[in-house]
């Protein structure tokens, strides 16, 4: 058998692969932001690939970064931390809000995390979502862990 041959399923393979990814993407689509009303950030929709700290649904639900330093430097804290990860990009920023995209290293796939001040309440309430699929496989709250373990770590 020769190498072209031998290569053969493996080439149909990743085809059936790249044709079901971008069939996924493009029906399993989410909207792409939506910005926080009154100081709550958007629930998570129904698919497990979304954690939001203001989630009452536990299945979504992750806890909120905490910081005892005053609020303009935790703030100042976490776009350094968001700056420092691979593939990201800061897209919206206010003074009480950030927005990132975070794109995945092999697929491309890019998810939405964002942050919004609770100065008096000493948090900052966070959510992270992917744009396409249904599942994540964990992977935006493992992002948020990362994030938090980060923003601790310079916090000291």
Sequence with gaps: ??????????????????????????????????PPVSGILAPCPSSPNCVCSQDPDSDHQIAPLAFTDSPDAAWIR???VVGEFPRTRIVEERP???????????????????????????RIQVRSASRVGHSDLGAN????????????TQGR
Excluded: S
């Excluded at 031998?6 to 085809?15: I, K, T």
């Excluded at 709250?141 to 601790?152: D, Y």
């Design 96 to 122: 009480d809000y950030l927005r990132a995209e975070f794109t995945t290293a092999i697929l491309r796939f890019v998810d939405d995390v964002e942050f919004l001040m609770d100065g008096p309440g000493r």
């Design 141 to 152: 709250r493992e992002r948020v862990e990362q994030l938090r373990a980060a923003f601790e």
């Design 1 to 34: 058998m020769n190498f072209r041959n031998r290569c053969r399923p493996l080439r149909l393979l990743l085809g059936v692969l790249a044709i079901g990814g971008i069939v996924l993407g493009c029906r399993m689509q989410h909207p792409l932001h939506t």
């Design 78 to 80: 976490l776009k350094r």
